[in-house]
């Protein structure tokens, strides 16, 4: 199984940038990766996932532009690249492994694919 440790998370100003990383044990090659993330009182959403070989990529609308994510299966790590935060995005963020390496015959959106999540990081934008 694959075991996720997020880091990077802290306060930021409105409109800064944090860079969110995961590190993985296990063979990440083999699955799909993607960050979601969870408000006070809302339901966990996802955020951006990333196939085995980087190939593919797929951002909520909400962050498109905005945020950028990347891996290193050699480093085992996932990144998240997130630019010109906002106070909305408050939120605790979470790394997970999908089931598949591609996402195939699922979609990225569901948390019901995902076999493997991290504890979470905390994000917090000031305003």
């Known amino acids: 199984q694959v075991q996720l440790a997020e880091s990077g998370g802290g306060l930021v100003q409105v409109g800064g940038s944090l860079r969110l990383s995961c590190a993985a044990s296990g063979r990440i090659s083999e699955h799909a990766l993607a960050w979601w993330r969870q408000a006070p009182g809302k339901e966990r959403e996802h955020v951006a996932s990333?196939?085995?070989?980087?190939?593919?990529?797929y951002y909520a609308d909400s962050v498109k532009g905005r945020f950028i994510i990347s891996r290193d299966n050699a480093k085992s790590t996932v990144f998240l690249q997130m630019d010109s935060l906002n106070p909305e995005e408050t939120a605790v963020y979470y790394c997970?492994?999908?089931?598949?390496?591609?996402?195939?015959?699922?979609?990225?959106?569901?948390?019901?694919?995902?076999?493997?999540w991290g504890q979470g990081t905390q994000v917090t934008v000031s305003s």
């Open positions: 990333i196939v085995w070989n980087g190939g593919r990529v």
């Open positions: 997970a492994a999908h089931r598949t390496a591609y996402g195939e015959g699922s979609n990225v959106t569901d948390g019901q694919s995902y076999e493997a």
